[in-house]
């Protein structure tokens, strides 16, 4: 995740980061661009202006559609951005409860017991870590799919990371209560901070593997590409040559907001956008370290 000052106008306007938007849509606006001058050429050399009079009526008809798209991109990045907030809340509640467990277990454990103090500071962190590593894997993606996804299909069936290092967290905490070294009040304290990561785990796999229905995923770029193809038509014998850095604009900025909400809807992976999952983890480690 990118670290910034937002109040560094200057900045943002003329540094250009290998995150933009401009760099993947490169060859589009280029594309854009040479169509753009086709049909401005077409129409300014070869149609005659006023027994053509109805092309200029055709902003009319992107003038209706422009409220209609805007409405559609609007709710696309809101709900690409509550994804990614929500994702962020998850890990947030991981690192509190990870503290919250390490805190009462200090308290509850005496303080010769360092077996047992040893093994929930490897425990609570690599819950962490192997949390990233399954969010991350692109297996976890296809979950919900009613056929196995071809690339994993040779995949060990039955391995769920996250899961096994829960249980063994669970399973130590019932083995102390049973050899006496923590009450049945003691275990129910620690039961809410050990569920908490299971349920935490299956928060995260619902937004990893839940992505935008695709029809609408796929209308809003389709919508996008019409609109804009359409544009030239109706500006050219109002704009002239003009008309080809404005469509082009129109088109970065239309297909910005739809790369941009992409890459947010998915809090969990790699890209520069997406939560830092390696520096939370790694400070649950060492909180855990501190408190145990």
Same mark, same amino acid.
């Not at 540094?15 to 401009?22: A, G, P």
């Not at 409860?97 to 009462?104: D, E, F, P, Q, V």
């Not at 992976?269 to 999952?277: A, F, Q, R, Y």
């Not at 939370?280 to 060492?286: C, D, L, R, V, Y």
């Given at each position: 995740?990118?670290a910034?000052?937002?109040?560094?106008?200057?900045?943002?306007?003329f540094?250009?980061?290998?995150?933009?938007?401009?760099r993947q849509?490169?060859?589009?606006?280029?594309?854009?661009?040479?169509y753009?001058?086709?049909?401005?050429?077409?129409?300014?050399?070869?149609?005659?202006?006023?027994?053509?009079?109805?092309?200029?009526?055709?902003?009319l008809?992107?003038?209706?559609?422009?409220?209609?798209?805007?409405?559609?991109?609007?709710?696309?990045?809101n709900?690409?951005?509550?994804?990614?907030?929500?994702?962020?809340?998850?890990?947030?509640?991981?690192?509190n409860?990870?503290?919250?467990?390490?805190?009462?277990?200090?308290?509850m454990?005496?303080g010769?017991?360092?077996?047992?103090?040893?093994?929930?500071?490897?425990?609570?962190?690599?819950?962490?870590?192997?949390?990233?590593?399954?969010?991350?894997?692109?297996s976890?993606?296809?979950?919900?799919?009613?056929?196995?996804?071809?690339?994993?299909?040779?995949?060990?069936?039955?391995?769920?990371?996250?899961n096994h290092? %829960?249980? &063994?967290?669970?399973?130590?905490?019932? =083995?102390?209560?049973?050899? *006496? !070294?923590?009450?049945?009040d003691?275990?129910?304290?620690?039961?809410s901070?050990?569920?908490?990561f299971?349920?935490?785990?299956?928060?995260?796999e619902?937004?990893?593997?839940?992505?935008?229905?695709?029809?609408?995923?796929?209308?809003?770029?389709?919508?996008?590409?019409?609109?804009?193809?359409?544009l030239?038509?109706?500006w050219?014998?109002?704009?002239?040559?003009?008309?080809?850095?404005v469509?082009?604009?129109v088109?970065?900025?239309? %297909?910005? &907001?739809e790369?941009?909400?992409?890459? =947010?809807e998915?809090?969990? *992976? !790699?890209?520069?956008?997406?939560?830092?999952?390696?520096q939370?983890?790694?400070?649950?480690?060492?909180h855990?370290?501190?408190?145990?």
């Open positions: 995740m990118i910034y000052n937002p109040k560094d106008w200057i900045k943002f306007i540094k250009i980061h290998k995150s933009d938007t401009i849509l490169l060859p589009l606006l280029v594309f854009v661009g040479i753009s001058w086709a049909v401005a050429y077409w129409e300014l050399e070869y149609l005659n202006a006023t027994a053509h009079a109805w092309l200029r009526n055709i902003p008809m992107h003038g209706l559609l422009g409220f209609a798209i805007s409405m559609l991109l609007v709710f696309r990045t709900t690409a951005y509550d994804r990614w907030w929500e994702g962020r809340k998850q890990w947030g509640a991981l690192v409860n990870s503290r919250n467990l390490a805190i009462k277990l200090n308290a454990l005496e010769q017991d360092m077996d047992t103090r040893n093994f929930y500071k490897r425990m609570i962190p690599l819950y962490a870590k192997v949390l990233m590593g399954h969010l991350q894997a692109e976890t993606r296809w979950m919900l799919d009613e056929k196995i996804h071809p690339e994993f299909s040779s995949l060990e069936e039955g391995k769920h990371v996250p290092v %829960a249980q &063994l967290m669970v399973s130590k905490a019932t =083995i102390l209560y049973r050899a *006496g !070294k923590i009450s049945g003691e275990l129910i304290v620690l039961n901070e050990l569920t908490s299971t349920d935490i785990c299956g928060a995260c619902r937004i990893k593997n839940t992505p935008i229905p695709y029809s609408y995923s796929a209308f809003i770029k389709k919508f996008i590409f019409f609109y804009v193809i359409t030239p038509f109706g050219s014998f109002q704009l002239g040559y003009i008309t080809i850095p469509v082009t604009f088109f970065y900025v239309l %297909a910005s &907001l790369i941009v909400a992409e890459e =947010i998915d809090p969990f *992976g !790699k890209d520069t956008n997406d939560l830092p999952m390696q939370i983890s790694h400070n649950i480690e060492k855990v370290n501190e408190l145990l």
